[in-house]
């Protein structure tokens, strides 16, 4: 069984920039959710896709954005990037929210520095 | 709106012995879930136990368990025989079992062993 895998694993950009983010989600998982951890902070829930759809928004603004493919791995897209953007992306893949997806598997995430 | 605490930015344990480690929720909900998450060095954020609310059966995973007080919502995770790659950040983090999408997690506690 594979899990969830993420790239890249370190990422430097400018303010001002665009990034995209990459995850595939576990085998036998259809959902994928990404959440910003800020140093010394606990992850934030950014986003949720299920079946190529959003399921499901935090309180981060619309550039924040992401995809969802036929396969199930997903793209984190962040436009216009901030200082505050520094962080820690994580992805997380479970099964169908509403039938046992509950827990939530997380991949090693992607370490972002804005300057 | 659901919030997670935990009170113990960090604690210390000599190794071989037990810690038990606090997490406070507030919810107006009767039905969810809520876990534990561990978070080594290497970012990983790796599942360590989950309680669903509806069972009054305390979950336990080998030297973990957790003391899960539904009235009380209080929910701490107790690690015996503690070992020193036990060292890591530990998420309390809650989930809404009527809404399928985001999990909300504390400030985390670092837990350092002590050989």
């Known amino acids: 069984e594979t899990g969830v895998t993420q790239s890249p694993t370190h990422l430097i950009k400018t303010r001002g920039q665009q990034v995209t983010l990459r995850c595939s989600s576990q085998?036998?998982?259809?959902?994928v959710s990404w959440y910003q951890q800020a140093l010394g902070q606990g992850p934030q829930f950014i986003f949720q896709y299920y079946r190529e759809e959003e399921n499901g928004r935090g309180n981060f603004p619309p550039r924040f954005s992401g995809l969802q493919f036929p396969n199930y791995s997903s793209e984190l897209n962040v436009n216009a990037l901030e200082l505050d953007d520094s962080a820690l992306y994580l992805c997380?893949?479970?099964?169908?929210?509403?039938?046992?997806?509950?827990?939530?598997?997380f991949g090693p995430g992607t370490r972002l520095l804005v300057l | 709106a659901q919030t997670v605490t935990q009170s113990q930015p960090e604690m210390s344990v000599q190794e071989a012995e037990t810690v038990t480690l606090s997490c406070t929720y507030d919810t107006s909900e009767s039905d969810y879930y809520l876990f534990w998450y561990k978070q080594p060095p290497s970012r990983q954020m790796i599942l360590v136990i989950r309680?669903?609310?509806?069972?009054?059966q305390n979950a336990t995973e080998n030297r973990f368990s957790v003391n899960f007080q539904k009235a009380a919502k209080s929910f701490s995770l107790k690690i015996s025989d503690s070992q020193l790659g036990d060292a890591a950040m530990y998420f309390c983090?809650?989930?809404?079992?009527?809404?399928?999408?985001?999990?909300?997690f504390g400030k985390g506690t670092r837990l350092h062993i002590l050989p």
């Open positions: 309680q669903e609310a509806y069972k009054q």
């Open positions: 997380a893949s479970s099964k169908s929210p509403r039938t046992g997806g509950e827990t939530q598997y």
């Open positions: 983090a809650y989930r809404s079992a009527s809404r399928d999408d985001k999990i909300i």
């Open positions: 085998s036998g998982h259809n959902t």
